[in-house]
């Protein structure tokens, strides 16, 4: 019985339970600042991300829509509205006006 490699295992698989868990701490807080913002103005950039996400740039700061799916329904020049504690995103297209709500999905 090789005690060093046991030792290495030991700490290897330790490392990893610790690296998942702060994983899960950051995202979950990074849902929480996401939940606890507002922000309301026209959208003045957009792009989406490997999995279909939005980034945005509103008012200057960029916001990322995690847990809403979107089906890239935002573009640039609409309106998009997020009130503090709502689980919901409003956006107006530029366009027509059309207003479309969007709901998070993981909450």
């Not at 046991?6 to 701490?25: E, H, T």
Request: hydrophobic letters at 40%.
């Amino acid at each position: 019985m090789d005690f060093a490699k046991l030792f290495q295992d030991f700490y290897f698989r330790i490392g990893l339970v610790i690296l998942f868990l702060c994983l899960f701490i950051y995202g979950q807080g990074g849902k929480k600042r996401l939940r606890n913002s507002n922000f309301k103005g026209p959208v003045q950039k957009v792009w989406y991300d490997a999995a279909g996400f939005p980034i945005v740039i509103v008012n200057g700061k960029v916001h990322f829509l995690y847990d809403w799916r979107f089906n890239h329904e935002i573009r640039e020049g609409d309106t998009i509205i997020k009130d503090k504690g709502d689980k919901r995103i409003k956006v107006i297209h530029r366009d027509s006006k059309d207003t479309l709500f969007f709901y998070d999905e993981g909450y």
